[in-house]
């Protein structure tokens, strides 16, 4: 009978979590770690390199933008890596995903052909792994440019 409960509960432990074994049953082991219910969010220093942070008349199919981030997270090799840029006037965001390569601590990402006359809010987030096999988040505002 003991054992029978034991079965019942390691089962209703285990649905009850998400996770394949947990601890306290009686046995020797350690409980799962349990990732929270909102990832955590870092907010990175960045700054945008080229085009420069508020220039005008950028070329609307300038086709790559450079930068600095304060995290190595955000250097393209977190999962999830992207580069998104918001047009001001609130037409269709741009999303340039597993888009970033860093070489000697400068960053860039391809980007495509962007609308004339538009000012565009740089930014670039990931979601790296954390303890337990949770996903985190981080993110750093760029800047913004114009395009002619």
Known sequence: MRAARAIVCGFVCASALGVAGCGGAGGAGSLPYICPQTAAGVVSSGALISPANGATGVSPSVGQITFTVGSPDLQGTA?????????????????QPDSVITTNGVSSSVIPQLQSGTTYAVTVSATPALPGGCAGSVSASLGSFTTQ
């Open 79 to 95: 999962p999830g890596t992207v580069v998104t840029l918001t047009p001001a006037s609130g037409g269709a965001v741009l999303r």
